[in-house]
């Protein structure tokens, strides 16, 4: 067993895994660019009345069968505030 970064090639599909944030837990098959994977993800959300985008960063890629898996972390830093728990539904 070796402990080799995978690689994926252009038009190979992969499967990102958020972790943190408001797509914690979530996943999204993605296409491989030139590069391979993305290093960043931007995921647009919605609050009650501005869009709000959160940064998610690459930290790791497994293979599992024939696909790739990259986990991406939010990062809070570079995240726009996320709404309070208690302000999140209309009364």
């Given at each position: 067993m070796t402990n080799e970064q995978p690689t994926v090639a252009h038009g190979d599909e992969y499967i990102a895994i958020f972790s943190g944030g408001p797509n914690d837990g979530q996943t999204?098959?993605?296409?491989?660019?030139?590069?391979?994977?993305?290093?960043?993800?931007?995921?647009?959300?919605?609050?009650?009345?501005?869009?709000?985008?959160?940064?998610?960063?690459?930290?790791?890629?497994?293979?599992?069968g024939d696909i790739v898996h990259v986990t991406y972390v939010w990062d809070p830093k570079?995240?726009?505030?996320?709404e309070a728990t208690e302000e999140r539904y209309d009364s």
């Open positions: 999204d098959r993605r296409i491989a660019t030139s590069t391979g994977w993305e290093d960043e993800v931007i995921v647009n959300g919605l609050e009650s009345t501005a869009a709000a985008e959160f940064a998610y960063k690459a930290t790791g890629a497994k293979r599992v570079d995240a726009d505030d996320l």
